[in-house]
């Protein structure tokens, strides 16, 4: 609970695991975790880039590790967490950024629907079991504070890629989120949830422009009212602020960060 604005939005002391935090939106998310002050653990499954995104931080003179891992497995979700509390002693804050995208047209006549159970199994499960475990581990504390990435996909048809499956693990992310900030407040831990729109990742801007995936990149700008698409640092402001104390009495909040674009769907 804070008194004054002196130090609300400072992470210093905080120890914060984002999974998928060594690319794309979530090293923007690891950026600016670091840069308010908090040590950083990443897990993810590529440790290049994990190790690259690391070396980025270390001038700002936290403590950063890379945790290999894959969210969609539980042992992993459960190995990662425990290794990251003996290392840092806690887990104060979980950002649930792992995720894909993988179009899904559920009219094609195939037996190959992976493009369905791959997108759950990321977006959804693997949320699912790194709530569960850091929540176990932020029960033990009596604090926590878990963000969960979702997207405006879960509260409208995002068009003209057909991405039923996206669309329907993101809505179930966001009533994840409600759920468990309602279940969990009694163990001080707070649960709130991000909607990015189309942001500067390799998933927008190195969409192709040709063939079936034409116009596509342009369509999302246009209808985008600030004209421009997201940054990654802007995602990882507002989950600075979600973790920072200064949201102390913000949970089951789902804060989009699009630019606008559902305004007008």
Known sequence: MIESM????????RTVLITGGNQGIGRGISRAMAESGADVAIMCRKKESAEETIRELTPIGGTYRFYGGDVTKQEDARRVVEQ??????KVDVLVNNAGIATPFDP??????????YRV?????????????????QMKKQKYGRIINITSNSSRIVNIPQKSCSYNAAKAAGDRLTKCLAYEWAQYGIRVNAIAPGYTETNLVTGVPDEGETKGWTEYWLSCTPTGRFGKPIEIGAA?????SEAAEQITGAVLTVDGGYMLAR
Not at 107 to 116: K, P, Q, R, V, Y
């Open 120 to 136: 759950l199994d990321v977006d959804l499960n693997g949320t699912f079991l790194m709530c569960h475990y850091a929540g176990l």
């Open 107 to 116: 009219m094609e006549d195939t037996e190959d629907l992976s493009g369905w």
């Open 6 to 13: 002196r130090d609300a939005f400072s992470l210093k002391g």
């Open 84 to 89: 990251v509390a003996n290392d840092y002693g």
């Open 239 to 243: 989950a600075v602020f979600l973790a």
